[in-house]
C-alpha cells in the first residue's frame, strides 16, 4: 500500500502542477520521470523508454510531415476548390471548411491543418463576405473532429494504440478509429451546418465584407479614427532631438511617417533626428498629449522645491544587485510589481560604469546590475527578502552622487478642482509612463503620505510632490508644444498612394515571443514593421502597444513596405492570416510523400513509427522544408511531456494503483453494467481535458481503463476507444486545444463564444460515440479481440 500511496502522491502533485501553471508540463513530466526513479517505482531503463515508444517517435515524425505539407502551399490549393464547391454559401462554407480541415487532420498534425487553413478561410471570408467569426471556429472544431477519424490523427489516439499493444490486447490499426470518430466528425458538422448562425458571434461585418484586403483591414482595425497629424513648430525644444529622446513613442503613440518639406520618410527609426516643421503621422489616441498638457499646466504653476534627491527620515536610498539565476535576469524592470514588493521607486540601474535611467521598461537586466531604490524605511530590508538579489544595501547621500549623479527636481503642485487628474490612478499617467516622473508623496486632509501605492488616484486638492530629472521636465515642456492638425495632408496619405501596407498575422503556436513585449520584440529594428493595432479577446488595442505582453490568440496589426511585411512572413514565429508570401512550390512532392506513409502503413509493410520517420526525412530530402525548419516544427513541449509522463502510467500499474482506481469505478457504476463504467470513464476524461493537457489524461487513464475492463472480464478495446474519443474532443474553451487559441484573435472570439458552441457539440460527441460503440466496437469477452 506504501507504493500505492506514493505513486498517487506523485500523480496529484503532478496534476496541481498542471492545473496551476505554476511549471511549464514539460518540466513537471521531467520531474516526474526522476521522481519515479529516486523512488524505485520504475526501473531506470522504464523511466527512459517513453522517448523510444512508438506513439513518441510517430507524434514528432507528424510535426515534420505536417510542416511539409504546410510550407509547400497545399492551403491555396485548397482554398480554391473549397470556394469553387461551396460558392458564397454560409452554410455550404460551413460544412466544406469543417470537412476539407477534418479530412486533412485525419492525417496531420491537428495544429498544423489549422495553421494551413487559417489564412484559407480568412480569404474565403472575404471573398463569400461572411465574418470570420462565422467560419473560423467551425475551422478549429473540424481539425479537432478530424482529429478523431485516425490513428495518427491525433496523440490520444497514438497512445491508446500504444498501451493495448504493450499489453499485448487486440492493437487499433490507422483507420480503426474512422467508423466512430466519423460519425462523431460528421455529426459535428452537420449540427454547425444547422446551428452555426445562433451559436456563433457576428463580428467585423462591414467593411471586412465589402472592400479590399487592404482597406478592409484598416477599417476592420478602426486605424482612420486613431491616426492624426501633429508639427513641430518653429523653435520647437524637440528639434534636435531623435525620436527616442522625444518621448513621443513612450506617449503610447507609433510614429508612422515623418513629412519634412518634399520628403517622405517611412516609419523613421528611434534615432531619426527632428527637425523644425516636420509633420508626424501619428498613430495612437489624441488625448494622450493632451493629458500631458494638463499636467504642464499644473507643474508651471507648482513650486520647485529641491535641485537633488530628498534624504529625509521617511525616504532611504537603496541599491540591490540582481542575483546570479534571478527570475528578473532577461526582464526589464517591472516598476509597479517592484513598487509594491519593496515600497520603492526604480531610479535607475547600474551596469559596470554605465547609469541607465531612461527605458527601463525596455532593458533587459543582466546579472550583477544594481536597481537604485528611493523608497522608506523598510525597503531595503522587503528587497532583501526577494530571492532576485543577492546584495541589499542602503547609499547615503555621497555614495548616491559618486555613483548615479542624479540630477533631479522636486516640485510640488496642487490638484485643482475639474483638473483631468481627479480621478485618475498615477501609474496609469502618461507622466508616469512615459517621462518616468516619481510620486513621493500625497499630502490629503493634513496627513502626508510617502510613496503611495501605483493605484492610488487623485482627488480635488491634492498636494502632490512629484520629482524628476531636468532632462524629463525639458521633454514635458517640448512635448506639450507640439500642434495636432485636423487634416492629414496628401503626401501623408501613405496609405491611399500603397507606399505602406498592412498585414495581420498571429503568433505561431510554437512561438518562443508569446509573454514578450512589441517593445522588446523590436519590430522596428529587427523587421522595418510598425504594431500599430492588437486585436484580444474581442477588443481592439490602439495604444501603449509597446508594453503589450503579446499572447498566443492575440492578432496583430503591423504597417511597413511590401518587401519588409515579406520578410516578416518567413520567420516562423508568425502565421500570417493575409499572406504575402508564395510557398514552396513541391506540393505534389509532399502530398506523394504523405500518401506514401499512409499506403505503407495501411498495406501493413511498415508500422507506423518507421513510416512516419522515413516520410519526416523525405520531406527534408526532396527540400519541401529544410532540416533547421524540421526541428522547429516539433513540439519539443509535447513530446517531452508524453514521454516523461509515460513512465507514470507504468507505475500506476506495477503498484496496483490503476487497479485500485478501476475497482473504485467499477464499485460506483458496476452494478448498472459495463457500458456505464465506459460512459463514466469518458464522461471523467472529457471533464479533465480542460485542465490537463490531453497526451498526459491519456497516459494516465490508460491504465485505469485496462484495469477496468479485467475487473467487468470485457477486452479493453471498447473503453479504450471512448476515453480516445473523449480526450480528443476538447471543444469547451480556447486554452483546452492550441487550434482553438489560434484562430482566438482573428476571428475576434470572447471566452464565452467557445463555451456557448463548445459545450452542445461536446454532449454531442457523447451521445454519438456511447451510441455507434456498441455497432463497432461491441463488448467481447476479455479473452477475445475487438
Not at 485525419?106 to 471570408?125: K, Q, R, S, W
Not at 496523440?155 to 466512430?180: T, W
Not at 480528443?728 to 470572447?750: D, E, K, Q, V, W
Request: proline share 5%; glycine share 8%.
Amino acid at each position: 500500500m506504501f507504493d500505492i500511496a506514493l505513486v498517487i502522491t506523485i500523480l496529484v502533485i503532478a496534476l496541481v502542477l498542471f492545473v496551476t501553471e505554476a511549471l511549464r508540463m514539460d518540466i513537471v513530466a521531467l520531474l516526474v520521470v526522476g521522481a519515479l526513479t529516486i523512488t524505485g517505482l520504475v526501473t531506470p531503463a522504464e523511466a527512459v523508454a517513453g522517448f523510444s515508444n512508438e506513439a513518441v517517435i510517430t507524434l514528432w515524425a507528424m510535426f515534420i510531415i505536417s510542416e511539409g505539407l504546410l510550407r509547400t502551399g497545399a492551403g491555396d490549393l485548397i482554398g480554391r476548390y473549397m470556394l469553387r464547391i461551396s460558392g458564397r454559401n454560409e452554410a455550404a462554407l460551413v460544412a466544406v471548411i469543417m470537412l476539407a480541415s477534418g479530412g486533412l487532420s485525419a492525417f496531420m498534425n491537428n495544429i498544423g491543418v489549422a495553421v494551413l487553413m487559417l489564412p484559407v478561410v480568412m480569404g474565403l471570408a472575404r471573398r463569400a463576405r461572411v465574418p470570420p467569426s462565422r467560419l473560423l471556429m467551425p475551422l478549429s472544431f473540424g481539425c479537432l473532429l478530424g482529429g478523431l477519424t485516425t490513428q495518427i490523427g491525433t496523440p490520444p489516439n497514438l497512445l491508446v494504440s500504444a498501451a493495448l499493444a504493450e499489453q499485448g490486447a487486440h492493437s487499433f490499426k490507422l483507420f480503426d478509429f474512422l467508423p466512430v470518430g466519423g460519425a462523431a466528425m460528421l455529426a459535428g458538422v452537420l449540427f454547425f451546418v444547422l446551428f452555426s448562425r445562433r451559436l456563433l458571434p457576428t463580428r467585423a461585418v462591414g467593411e471586412f465584407a465589402r472592400t479590399p484586403s487592404q482597406r478592409n483591414l484598416r477599417a476592420l482595425y478602426g486605424l482612420r479614427e486613431f491616426m492624426f497629424t501633429v508639427s513641430l513648430n518653429s523653435g520647437s525644444k524637440l528639434a534636435g532631438r531623435t525620436l527616442a529622446d522625444s518621448r513621443i513613442a513612450a506617449l503610447g503613440l507609433v510614429i508612422i511617417a515623418i513629412e519634412r518639406g518634399r520628403r517622405i520618410i517611412r516609419l523613421p527609426s528611434r534615432q531619426t533626428v527632428l527637425k523644425e516643421g516636420d509633420r508626424l503621422l501619428v498613430q495612437g489616441r489624441r488625448d494622450n498629449i493632451e493629458e500631458l498638457r494638463a499636467w504642464q499646466a499644473g507643474i508651471e504653476k507648482g513650486e520647485l522645491l529641491a535641485a537633488n534627491l530628498p534624504m529625509t527620515e521617511h525616504l532611504r536610498m537603496v541599491e540591490a544587485r540582481v542575483a546570479q539565476g534571478s527570475t528578473l535576469i532577461q526582464n526589464p524592470v517591472n516598476r509597479q510589481e517592484m513598487q509594491v514588493k519593496t515600497r520603492g521607486l526604480v531610479i535607475a540601474v547600474r551596469r559596470g560604469g554605465r547609469v541607465e535611467r531612461a527605458g527601463l521598461d525596455r532593458l533587459p537586466l543582466r546579472a550583477g546590475d544594481y536597481l537604485l531604490l528611493q523608497g522608506l524605511v523598510d525597503t531595503a530590508d522587503l528587497a532583501r527578502g526577494l530571492e532576485g538579489f543577492d546584495e541589499v544595501v542602503e547609499l547615503d547621500e555621497a555614495a548616491v552622487e559618486q555613483l548615479y549623479r542624479p540630477d533631479e527636481r522636486v516640485i510640488s503642485l496642487r490638484v485643482a478642482a475639474g483638473s483631468p487628474l481627479v480621478g485618475a490612478a498615477y501609474a496609469r499617467t502618461r507622466l508616469a509612463e512615459a517621462l518616468q516622473f516619481r510620486l513621493l508623496a500625497i499630502s490629503r486632509d493634513e496627513e502626508v503620505r510617502f510613496i503611495p501605492g501605483p493605484d492610488e488616484v487623485f482627488q480635488e486638492d491634492d498636494r502632490l510632490l512629484l520629482q524628476t530629472r531636468r532632462a524629463d521636465l525639458e521633454t514635458l515642456r517640448a512635448v506639450q508644444e507640439l500642434r495636432i492638425e485636423e487634416e492629414m495632408t496628401p503626401a501623408l496619405n501613405l496609405y491611399a498612394s500603397e507606399r505602406l501596407a498592412t498585414e495581420e498575422v498571429t503568433l505561431a503556436p510554437l512561438s518562443r515571443l508569446a509573454g514578450r513585449t512589441a517593445g522588446e520584440i523590436g519590430f522596428n529594428q529587427k523587421y522595418g514593421l510598425e504594431l500599430v493595432a492588437v486585436r484580444r479577446a474581442g477588443k481592439t488595442l490602439h495604444t501603449d502597444l509597446q508594453t503589450q505582453r503579446l499572447n498566443f490568440g492575440d492578432a496583430l496589426l503591423l504597417v511597413g513596405p511590401r518587401d519588409n511585411l515579406r520578410r516578416l512572413a518567413n520567420d516562423p514565429s508568425f502565421i500570417e492570416v493575409t499572406p504575402f508570401v508564395p510557398r514552396r512550390p513541391r506540393k505534389r512532392y509532399a502530398g506523394l510523400v504523405m500518401i506514401g506513409v499512409v499506403g505503407a502503413v495501411l498495406s501493413g509493410w511498415l508500422p507506423i513509427s518507421i513510416a512516419a520517420l522515413i516520410g519526416a526525412t523525405l520531406m527534408v530530402l526532396i527540400r519541401c522544408l529544410s532540416m533547421e525548419d524540421a526541428y522547429r516544427a516539433i513540439d519539443w513541449r509535447a513530446v517531452f511531456l508524453v514521454a516523461g509522463m509515460l513512465p507514470l502510467g507504468v507505475a500506476l500499474d506495477n503498484t496496483g494503483a490503476a487497479r485500485l482506481l478501476a475497482s473504485t469505478a467499477v464499485d460506483l457504476l458496476g452494478n448498472l453494467g459495463p457500458w456505464y463504467v465506459i460512459g463514466g470513464l469518458y464522461l471523467v476524461t472529457a471533464l479533465a481535458t480542460m485542465i490537463v493537457p490531453t497526451a498526459a489524461l491519456v497516459v494516465l487513464m490508460s491504465p485505469v481503463v485496462l484495469s477496468a475492463s479485467a475487473s467487468l472480464g470485457i477486452a479493453p478495446t471498447t473503453a479504450m476507444m471512448a476515453v480516445a474519443m473523449a480526450a480528443s474532443a476538447s471543444f469547451t474553451s480556447p486554452i483546452s486545444h492550441p487550434a482553438n487559441i489560434l484562430i482566438m484573435g482573428p476571428g475576434n472570439y470572447r471566452f464565452t463564444d467557445y463555451i456557448r458552441a463548445g459545450v452542445p457539440l461536446t454532449l454531442l460527441v457523447f451521445i454519438v460515440v456511447m451510441l455507434t460503440l456498441p455497432v463497432f466496437w461491441p463488448l467481447q469477452p476479455a479473452t477475445g479481440s475487438g
